[in-house]
């Protein structure tokens, strides 16, 4: 998409689009004996992440003789972790890859960036799977008001001015969620956007780059500023 | 007299515990053999040194292929004196080893390298933005491995990142070169943006005394089109890498993507992750659109050499008699993939 054209998609999202609310993570959990055991029962070794609490699982060469393939578990505990999600298929990201992705949904928007899905890396005798999938309280907190589409589409030009013709922008409006490394409090709605450049160059010399520019696309009184900064680092 | 499924299966775990993590020692195999009935090892031996939790998973899958009672004790006697051979030998490896290989300091070294701001002479096409990001990808990478104990010889940054910037690597016996910059094809050879110049490696950049793992955070570190071998196998020749790093295509440097520099340290302290996995795994949980495609690359005089590779862990860099030698010049580069 042409970068004057994120602007449009920008407004007709706003007008579209129900004003999504925002949703408090809850605080890490301890990790409990019984859930330890819970996983064993599958075959797999369980921890969680500090400071993020997301769930880590490792299966090694033995556990592979005694359970095979544990995918439907990971799943069924992925669900557990935010019952309210929706899960999407389990895939491979290319073909030949060791890696097999998840994402999730909340609503009707995607969660996007680093976490809210499921990593799971195989060999041919060991396999782990990161389940970055944050539970959230039960109510939702809702928005105030969009953030103004010219203040959004500002903000994003301003690393590129002069160029604004020689970029293509992928915009995506999505819960963004962070990796298994960080803590996170907030799941906000927000537009990442991935800028590419327009001329690829040749076949003889390729310059193809990649960058994002990550904004919330709500506000809400009731969310403080510093909760706010926590979610984007 | 061949074995039935359990009884390879008993065997297997047999040898992981004793060959493979020495649990178990000749002695208690062989009383294993004796015993009158096939037995749970965990019920009559009592190993130290083992994690509660494997001890209960181990203990479980031998109760498990116990209870269908396809085990036949005296099938099992031979390939229990052969195993206790093995775990002999594989102890005493394994002392005169610790010994010999215990982990040095000087074996723990890392080289960065990074650019983040470019004069625009660098290129006539559109110029690259800014990488302010640039910088975390390395500098976590070090603040990680540092903590570990590891030493960091060398940090080339901007404008100071002289040209060619693995000169430090290449004379300080350096267990990991890692660079962070932008990366194109130009006339089907790499190149990595540095502060006023483009970098195109050759083997002169890294001698033999070098890095074993380069690891390119850039794009186009190891492109399919053109074939990633045609360009690496010339540049690495005869030279101490045995690892590269790198991506298909275009990685995202921006400020959640660039913790793969820290989760890449994490995950290869963890001995039994494989520097290659760690890479893989770290671009992959860290990357904020998902579209970044890691690449880990095994490089040997020989395909199996080079598969050996993708099998490198960080311990076996530091350790003297597990330390991969560097490739020779006289033979063509072989290479090994994971994706």
Redesign the interface.
């Known amino acids: 998409m042409r970068s004057d054209e994120v602007r449009e998609w920008l407004f007709r999202t706003v007008s579209e689009r129900e004003l999504p609310p925002v949703f408090a993570i809850e605080r890490h959990r301890a990790f409990e004996e019984k859930e ?1 055991a819970r996983f ?1 029962d599958f ?1 797999l ?1 369980s921890s969680r992440r500090n400071p993020s609490g997301t769930l880590e699982l490792r299966l ?4 592979f ?2 359970f095979g393939d544990p995918l439907s578990s990971i799943v069924a505990a992925a669900r557990q972790e935010d019952p309210r999600r929706e899960i999407l298929p389990l895939i491979p ?2 073909e ?4 097999l ?1 998840a ?1 999730t949904r909340i609503g009707s928007l995607p969660v ?3 976490g809210g ?1 499921i ?1 799971v ?1 195989r ?1 041919d005798t060991s396999l ?1 799977a ?1 389940i ?1 999938v944050r539970r959230r309280e039960p109510d939702a907190i809702p928005s105030d008001g969009w953030i103004e589409p010219d203040v959004v589409h500002r903000s994003l030009l301003s ?2 001015l002069g ?1 604004e013709d ?1 970029i293509d922008v992928e915009p995506t409006l999505g819960y963004f969620e ?5 803590a996170q409090y907030l799941l906000r709605p927000t537009y ?1 956007f ?1 800028i ?4 690829e ?1 040749t076949a ?9 520019h ?1 904004v919330p696309a709500t506000w809400n009184l009731a969310v403080e500023l510093n909760e706010e900064r926590e979610t ?2 | 007299m061949s074995l039935n499924q359990d009884e390879e ?1 008993y065997i ?2 047999l040898r ?1 515990l004793s060959v493979s993590h020495h649990y178990f020692s000749a002695d208690d195999l062989r009383g294993l053999a004796l015993t009158p009935q096939p037995q749970n090892p965990f019920h009559v031996i009592s190993p130290a040194n083992i994690q509660p ?1 494997t001890r ?3 203990r ?2 031998f109760d ?1 292929l116990l209870s269908k009672n396809q085990i036949r004790r005296a099938f099992l006697r031979r390939p229990l004196f052969e195993l206790a051979e093995m775990a002999r030998v594989a102890r005493m490896i394994r002392d005169d080893a610790a010994d010999r290989t215990e982990p040095l300091a000087d074996l723990s070294k890392i080289a960065i390298a990074f650019s983040g701001f470019f004069q625009r002479r660098l ?1 006539t ?5 800014a990488l302010e990001c640039a910088r975390r990808g390395p500098a976590l990478f070090a603040g990680r491995l540092l903590k570990e104990g590891a030493s960091l010889a060398s940090l080339s940054a901007d404008e100071w990142c002289t040209m060619p910037p693995s000169i430090f690597a290449a004379i300080a016996d350096i267990a990991i070169f890692y660079v962070c910059t ?1 990366g ?4 089907s050879q790499y190149q990595a943006a540095l502060h006023d110049r483009y970098w195109q490696p050759s083997p002169l950049d890294f001698g033999a005394n070098g890095p074993k793992v380069l690891v390119l955070d850039t ?2 570190g190891a492109d399919r089109q053109p074939p990633f071998q045609n360009f690496w196998g010339i540049a690495l020749q005869g030279t101490s890498v045995r690892l590269l790093l790198a991506c298909e ?9 660039t ?1 793969r520099g ?2 890449f340290a ?1 995950n290869i302290v963890r001995n039994d992750t494989s520097i290659a ?1 760690a890479w ?2 770290a671009v ?8 970044s ?1 890691p690449v880990a690359i095994g490089l040997g005089d020989n395909v199996g050499d080079a598969q050996a590779m993708l099998s490198l862990t960080f311990h076996d860099l530091r350790s003297v008699g597990k330390r991969p030698p560097s490739l020779s010049s006289g033979s063509p580069v072989q290479f090994a993939d ?2």
Do not use: M, N
């Open positions: 330890r064993l075959g070794r090694s060469e033995l556990e003789v005694r990201p290319h030949g890859s060791q890696f992705v994402r996007i960036g680093p899905k990593l890396q060999s782990t990161d970055t690393g590129f160029a020689r962070r990796s298994k490394y960080h990442l991935v590419r450049p327009r001329d160059g003889e010399s390729r310059s193809l780059w990649e960058t994002t990550i984007f680092g | 299966a297997r775990l992981k939790e209960f998973a181990f479980q899958a498990q290129s096409l559109f110029l690259p933005p932008h194109r094809i130009h006339q794009c186009h295509g275009p990685i995202v440097v921006d400020v959640p993507s913790e820290y989760a994490d996995d893989l795994l992959r949980s860290t990357s904020s659109t998902g579209t495609r994971r994706h």
